[in-house]
Each structure stands twice: as structure tokens, then as C-alpha cells.
């Protein structure tokens, strides 16, 4: 089974530039996550969509940061304009839905992408 | 919401079993208790989960105290290869969402 797809791996851009991020969740996964992990700390959740629609957007900085799932499968994330505090790993994560309580699903990461803004 | 706590650090020797707890005193009833470890440059992977009772898989055991304020998680014998940062997670019921601390980093020597 294919894993949860990520790129571009690596991204280095200036400030006041913008960056898109993409994701391709594991076949027939219908939570899609992104998150965000400063080197040092653990991963902090911006955005979650379950299917097309967003379940839970409350930390996204959303005067700079934009997230969609168009088709329910394929995500982008988008930075712009990028600021220094943006340097970070981007992790994309999808999940299943299981009937009935879904909390025990696993949850897959990608490798994710990494952004040094300079 | 509820948090948990684990130490920054932990070491082992390699072949030896490793006991990494974690502290979750404000879990609610329907909160899973969720284990993954994050390998350098990588993300995250799913080591084990449990609700209630204790659960073993090919990877790890997980023991959950009683009143499920507190667990362990045990690798039974530690190799060069679980060196990782272990986040133990509380998984809510509503939201679906994976909330990460700062986790403890193992490190294990030959």
C-alpha cells in the first residue's frame, strides 16, 4: 500500500515569497491533516479536512496560510507571503473513517516538506 | 482540553527494555491513548493505541493504569533503530485531531 505522498521535499525561498505544498493521502482516506513542526518541537495541527470540507481550521494563520481539498483526495497548502517564523517542516497526514468511533484509527504520515525561508 | 506529560529525555542500552511513561491525569472517558514516534527526518509513525485495556503488538506493549490517569510505553528490547522522539497522545473523541507535546527523545547506545 502506497504511503501518504508529499512534495516538493525540500523548498527554500526568500521572504515575502509564496510556496505551495502538496499531498496525496493514502486511497479511500477520507481525514486529511497538516501540520506544522519547528525544528525542536512536536507537530502542531493547522488544518484538518474530512473529505472536502474543514473540519478544524483554528490554527491556521489564515492572513498568510490557505489550505484546500478540492476533490476530497489531493490537499495544497499554500504560504504567502512567506515570513522568516515560517521555516519548518510541513507534515501532510491522512486517517480512515471506521463505522462508529473513529479515534482508534490510525493516522499515516508523509515524510513531509521542508521550508527554510531565508 | 487534556494534556499529557512526559520527560524530555530518556536513555537505554541496546537489547535492554525500555519503560517510557507518560502522565494523562484529566483524560476523559472517551479519549484513546495513542503512542507514535518520529525517527530523525521523518514523520511521525504509529507505534500502538489503547482505551482501556493493556495492548501488545509487534512493535510495543502499552500498559494503562487503572484509572487510566497514567501508561507506559514498553519496548521490550531496545535496538539502535527505535533511537526516536515518542510522543504520547490523546486522541479526542469529537475532533479526531492528534494533539502532539514535546514528547521524550530515547536515545539507546550499543
Known amino acids: 500500500e502506497a504511503g501518504v505522498a508529499q512534495s516538493p521535499r525540500y523548498k527554500i525561498i526568500e521572504k515575502r515569497q509564496s510556496v505551495a505544498f502538496w499531498c496525496n493521502p493514502i486511497?479511500?482516506?477520507?481525514?486529511l491533516y497538516w501540520y506544522q513542526q519547528i525544528l525542536g518541537q512536536g507537530p502542531k495541527l493547522l488544518i484538518q479536512?474530512?473529505?472536502?470540507?474543514?473540519?478544524?481550521d483554528s490554527q491556521l494563520p489564515k492572513d498568510r496560510f490557505s489550505a484546500e481539498r478540492l476533490k476530497g483526495v489531493d490537499s495544497t497548502l499554500k504560504i504567502q507571503p512567506a515570513k522568516l517564523e515560517d521555516s519548518a517542516v510541513y507534515l501532510c497526514a491522512s486517517s480512515s473513517l471506521d463505522r462508529g468511533l473513529s479515534s482508534g484509527n490510525t493516522i499515516y504520515f508523509g515524510e513531509g516538506s521542508w521550508l527554510t525561508v531565508v | 482540553d487534556a494534556k499529557t506529560t512526559q520527560p524530555n529525555s530518556m536513555e537505554s542500552n541496546e537489547e535492554e527494555p525500555v519503560h517510557l511513561p507518560c502522565n494523562h491525569s484529566t483524560i476523559s472517558g472517551t479519549d484513546y491513548i495513542h503512542w507514535y514516534r518520529q525517527l530523525p527526518s521523518q514523520g511521525p509513525e504509529y507505534v500502538i493505541h489503547?482505551?482501556?485495556s493493556n495492548v501488545n503488538n509487534r512493535m510495543a506493549s502499552l500498559a494503562i493504569a487503572e484509572d487510566r490517569k497514567s501508561s507506559t510505553l514498553i519496548l521490550h528490547r531496545a535496538t539502535l533503530r527505535d533511537a526516536a522522539v515518542y510522543y504520547c497522545i490523546l486522541r479526542y473523541y469529537n475532533t479526531d485531531k492528534l494533539i502532539f507535546g514535546t514528547g521524550t527523545r530515547l536515545q539507546v547506545f550499543p
Open positions: 486511497s479511500g482516506h477520507a481525514t
Open positions: 489503547g482505551l482501556t
Open positions: 479536512f474530512q473529505n472536502n470540507g474543514v473540519v478544524d
